[in-house]
């Protein structure tokens, strides 16, 4: 079972940065980390899980939120079975938690990935 373990959650001020990590474990035999599309999500309180950012197999692609654009960055290192969320520029808006999530295919945004982590809180405060 493919285990996804968020790191690096905490409160900032606004304007200030944060850089949130994803280690993944447990991959089924015969795949490897780059087997998976890797995207963050988040969830503020009382608002539906939305998309924020995801990267392709390679770091060929990423794509990101409207919301995120420019100030948030994805990356990946496939030998080490981690992604990455750096975030600058922070906003109160930013606040939520923050779930790693990854799937084999195609479909960046779409809510429908085969694993999730547990999820990391991020507090922006103003």
């Known amino acids: 079972q493919v285990q996804l373990v968020e790191s690096g959650g905490g409160s900032v001020q606004a304007g200030g940065s944060l850089r949130l990590s994803c280690a993944a474990s447990?991959?089924?035999?015969?795949?490897?980390?780059?087997?998976?599309?890797m995207a963050w999500f988040r969830q503020a309180p009382a608002k539906e899980r939305e998309f924020v950012a995801a990267?392709?197999?390679?770091?060929?692609?990423?794509v990101y939120a409207h919301s995120v654009k420019g100030r948030f960055t994805i990356s990946r290192d496939n030998a080490k079975n981690t992604v990455w969320l750096r975030m600058n520029s922070l906003k109160p808006e930013d606040t939520a938690v923050y779930y790693c999530?990854?799937?084999?295919?195609?479909?960046?945004?779409?809510?429908?990935?085969?694993?999730w982590g547990q999820g990391t809180q991020v507090t922006v405060s103003s």
């Open positions: 990267i392709s197999w390679t770091s060929s692609t990423t």
């Open positions: 999530a990854a799937r084999r295919t195609v479909g960046w945004d779409r809510d429908d990935y085969e694993y």
């Open positions: 447990g991959l089924p035999s015969g795949r490897t980390f780059s087997s998976y599309i």
